[in-house]
């Protein structure tokens, strides 16, 4: 089924029977009446529009702090979700206000046919439609994605040389990856985010390079704390790098940073905090996620879906809703849009006002960050 059918469907994945609502006409809140009418909020009235979906746990690096040198024990295939599962819980929650989606991995690139479920989101009329990837395999994914309606990316590049390249991802080439942005920006994906975890002794020398590489082609640089994901099993001592530092040395090297709030908003509703930096003539942005030091919970507007249908409300804590069962108990048509949002409803009610991440590496979750996409 794709959204705009107006029939109800039923398709199959590993022996589940998977029966999608009716959604074609709906509209918050006129016609949808009980569970799904009104805005999703969570206990503290944060209005919930942007919705993160991981669709799968497996990876082709080993970034050093995003995933063990040895893998993380990976779901069953037939625990992930299908493309029909996602597409329903997006309709879903779509009615109650969530505007924008996210796609992450793991990396969602490995997922079969990808392009199938751009497609099929794209034709839900979201407001974004974006995804995260390590640029891998953007070269020969560019394009279709493009077409098959992806809006915005974000590419993880940590550093500009390759020997560090490699040693962080442990596998990856930094060539394949340039290579990848060039693609990518010449098929039409413009203001393309560029996320760099920074690191204490480790690029912290090569942050300056990196604004300037993203800049001289129009991508947005943004530079992200270490998080103590796994327990803090990978978060290394004394590589922690805090925004104040951050801001510290980009003003040494760059110029001052300027405020950018009244600016032209950009497209996509992450945490990044943006400044502005004279850069050859024009102002160039640059954007700071710091979930550890300065932290952004009072305006949390997002959750997350890992691979296997279980809601995260926050990245930071273990606890989630379980999605995946109300999709294979039976239910179909406006009875399942309903115990969806019923479901997510009650479990975003329990939703903390904030976490306790430490930049000493404790306060995090047992969840992998190649688990839940960041």
């Given at each position: 089924?794709?959204?705009?059918?107006?029939?109800?469907?039923?398709g199959?994945?590993?022996?589940?029977s998977?029966?999608?609502?009716?959604?074609?006409?709906k509209?918050?809140?006129?016609?949808?009446?009980?569970?799904?009418?009104?805005?999703?909020?969570?206990?503290?009235?944060?209005?919930?529009?942007y919705?993160?979906i991981?669709?799968?746990d497996?990876c082709?690096?080993?970034?050093?702090?995003?995933?063990p040198?040895?893998?993380?024990e990976l779901?069953?295939?037939?625990?992930?979700?299908?493309?029909?599962?996602?597409?329903?819980?997006?309709?879903a929650?779509?009615?109650?206000?969530?505007r924008r989606?996210?796609?992450?991995?793991?990396?969602?690139?490995?997922?079969?046919d990808?392009i199938?479920?751009?497609?099929?989101?794209?034709?839900?009329?979201?407001?974004?439609?974006?995804?995260?990837?390590?640029?891998?395999?953007?070269?020969e994914?560019?394009a279709p994605l493009?077409?098959?309606?992806?809006?915005?990316?974000?590419?993880?590049?940590?550093?500009?040389?390759?020997?560090?390249?490699?040693?962080?991802?442990?596998?990856?080439d930094?060539?394949?990856?340039?290579?990848g942005?060039e693609?990518a920006?010449?098929?039409?994906f413009?203001?393309?985010?560029v996320?760099?975890?920074?690191?204490?002794?480790?690029?912290?020398?090569?942050?300056?390079?990196?604004?300037?590489?993203?800049?001289?082609?129009?991508?947005?640089?943004?530079?992200?704390?270490?998080?103590?994901?796994?327990?803090?099993?990978?978060?290394?001592?004394?590589?922690?790098?805090?925004v104040?530092?951050?801001?510290?040395?980009?003003?040494?090297e760059?110029?001052?940073?300027?405020?950018?709030e009244?600016g032209?908003?950009?497209?996509?509703?992450g945490?990044?905090?943006?400044?502005?930096?004279?850069?050859?003539?024009?102002?160039?942005?640059?954007?700071?996620?710091?979930?550890?030091s300065?932290?952004?919970?009072?305006?949390?507007?997002?959750?997350?879906?890992?691979a296997?249908?279980?809601?995260?409300?926050?990245?930071?804590?273990?606890?989630?809703?379980?999605?995946?069962?109300?999709?294979?108990?039976?239910?179909?048509?406006?009875?399942?849009?309903?115990?969806?949002?019923?479901?997510?409803?009650?479990?975003?009610?329990?939703k903390?006002?904030?976490?306790?991440?430490?930049?000493?590496?404790?306060g995090?979750?047992r969840k992998?960050?190649?688990?839940?996409?960041g």
């Amino acid at each position: 089924m794709t959204a705009g059918s107006g029939q109800a469907g039923q398709g199959r994945r590993d022996g589940v029977s998977i029966h999608l609502p009716v959604l074609a006409g709906k509209s918050l809140p006129l016609d949808v009446q009980g569970a799904t009418a009104g805005q999703l909020t969570d206990g503290l009235a944060r209005r919930i529009s942007y919705l993160r979906i991981s669709l799968t746990d497996r990876c082709n690096y080993r970034c050093t702090y995003c995933m063990p040198e040895e893998g993380v024990e990976l779901a069953q295939r037939s625990d992930v979700m299908s493309f029909e599962e996602l597409e329903a819980i997006v309709a879903a929650l779509q009615l109650v206000g969530v505007r924008r989606v996210r796609l992450t991995g793991g990396e969602p690139t490995v997922r079969k046919d990808l392009i199938e479920l751009v497609t099929r989101l794209g034709r839900l009329g979201l407001d974004d439609l974006a995804l995260s990837t390590n640029g891998e395999r953007l070269t020969e994914l560019a394009a279709p994605l493009r077409k098959a309606g992806l809006r915005r990316l974000n590419v993880s590049l940590d550093t500009l040389d390759a020997e560090r390249f490699r040693q962080v991802t442990r596998r990856g080439d930094l060539t394949r990856v340039l290579v990848g942005l060039e693609a990518a920006r010449s098929v039409g994906f413009a203001h393309t985010k560029v996320n760099c975890v920074a690191m204490r002794g480790w690029n912290d020398d090569e942050l300056a390079a990196l604004c300037r590489y993203c800049w001289d082609r129009d991508f947005i640089p943004r530079f992200i704390e270490l998080m103590p994901m796994s327990e803090g099993a990978l978060f290394f001592p004394g590589t922690f790098l805090p925004v104040a530092e951050l801001r510290a040395v980009l003003t040494r090297e760059l110029g001052p940073l300027l405020d950018v709030e009244t600016g032209e908003p950009l497209p996509g509703v992450g945490p990044a905090r943006y400044a502005a930096v004279q850069y050859q003539g024009a102002l160039r942005r640059v954007g700071m996620i710091s979930a550890v030091s300065e932290p952004f919970c009072d305006t949390c507007n997002r959750v997350r879906l890992s691979a296997t249908g279980q809601l995260h409300a926050c990245l930071a804590y273990d606890d989630a809703i379980d999605l995946r069962s109300v999709l294979r108990s039976g239910l179909t048509g406006d009875d399942m849009i309903d115990r969806l949002v019923q479901v997510a409803r009650g479990g975003l009610s329990d939703k903390r006002a904030g976490h306790i991440f430490s930049p000493t590496g404790c306060g995090g979750p047992r969840k992998h960050m190649v688990s839940i996409g960041g």
